[in-house]
């Protein structure tokens, strides 16, 4: 693979699933259900090289019996404000944001769910840190987005090693901020996920000291208002959206490379970056049940903030959850795809 130093700019990409801020503008006030002729509209939440381009790139936005207007959001928690604000109908977000908006009471429902590697997910230290294994991080500065995928990865890797994060100097940094707090060695380490620790691999900028295999549990969310599900309507153009939303990602597995210079025209990454990210944990993901394993396991996500005083309240996440978009999908647990050493 072609050696590259990726610019600043390019690092400092809005992909991530905990940015700054939304950039839907329709996420001010509430959505309507026609677009005025009569025919049914679904508000989709999206982000940059995100459903949008992936259902496009899989022809899965051919022929669809709805129309779908799309609000563009840098990350999953201002997606989810609009989905409790009834702005934006159904959107993609990680593991975490789902446990952040539930915790703070909002108007959301989970309806769908997909299992990936979670190599993505990793703790990065400089090339040259004298650091070695995560228990190396007491008494350390280390970056990471609050409520992110990553801050549960960091919490738990931590635990792993019988380190809680008063051991360390947690420094709450979004992505930007991170980048170069790490790249100036302000921070001595940062949780963060894919496409960013691909960028910071092949980019020659530092190694995984520890990843979320094993750690966290891989898993991504569909998203809705429960406003759209009780309408008879939107709740059978969501789950129509759902199914197209699974065949692409089976089609994304099947063609890695054609995806991945998809995702790089629409993101700007480098191609091999992007390729790096779909084998290392984008193509990977899984369509999979909603089910009690993966409740459970949001659950312990849940449970572990609320005794970190990160979220307000302790709740039940099975309150959040309708499964009526489940079919005959495998189990939550299912193993992740793989593209074997490559991945």
């Given amino acids: 693979m072609k050696s590259f130093r990726p610019s600043l700019a390019v690092l400092l990409l809005p992909l991530a699933l905990l940015a700054s801020a939304c950039s839907g503008a329709s996420a001010a006030g509430e959505a309507s259900n026609t677009d005025g002729k009569g025919s049914l509209v679904l508000n989709v939440g999206d982000q940059k090289g995100g459903a949008e381009a992936l259902l496009r790139a899989a022809g899965e936005l051919d022929d669809l019996p709805y129309r779908v207007t799309w609000s563009t959001f840098t990350s999953g928690p201002p997606l989810l404000e609009a989905v409790n604000a009834k702005a934006v109908d159904i959107g993609s977000v990680g593991n975490t944001p789902p446990v952040f908006a539930a915790g703070a009471d909002s108007k959301i429902t989970v309806i769908a769910a997909t299992h990936g590697d979670s190599a993505g997910e990793a703790i990065l230290v400089p090339k040259d840190s004298p650091l070695r294994t995560a228990r190396d991080l007491k008494g350390r500065k280390v970056a990471v987005a609050q409520g992110s995928s990553a801050h549960f990865q960091l919490v738990a890797s931590l635990a792993k090693v019988g380190l809680k994060p008063s051991d360390v100097q947690v420094t709450l940094l979004q992505p930007a901020d991170a980048l170069a707090a790490f790249t100036t060695g302000k921070v001595d380490a940062w949780a963060v996920w894919d496409p960013y620790t691909s960028q910071v691999l092949l980019g020659g900028k530092g190694r995984v000291l520890t990843d979320g295999r094993g750690v966290v549990n891989g898993l991504g969310f569909q998203v809705a208002a429960p ?19 699974r065949r692409a990602q ?3 597995f099947e063609h890695p490379e054609e995806w991945a210079k998809v ?3 629409e993101t ?5 970056v992007a390729l790096a990210a779909v084998k290392r944990s984008n193509g990977t993901r899984i369509p999979v049940a909603l089910d009690g394993a993966a409740i459970a396991s949001e659950q312990q996500i849940a449970d572990t903030f609320a005794e970190l005083k990160l979220i307000p309240r302790k709740f039940r996440f ?9 079919k005959d999908l495998p189990p939550s647990t299912t193993a992740a795809r793989s593209y074997g050493k490559a991945s």
């Fill in 227 to 245: 406003s759209a599900l009780a309408d008879q309507e939107k709740a059978k153009a969501i789950g129509d959206f759902v199914e197209r939303l």
């Fill in 250 to 252: 089976d089609w994304v």
């Fill in 263 to 265: 995702w790089a025209k």
């Fill in 268 to 272: 700007g990454l480098p191609y091999e």
């Fill in 318 to 326: 099975a309150d959040y959850v309708d499964t009526r978009f489940n």
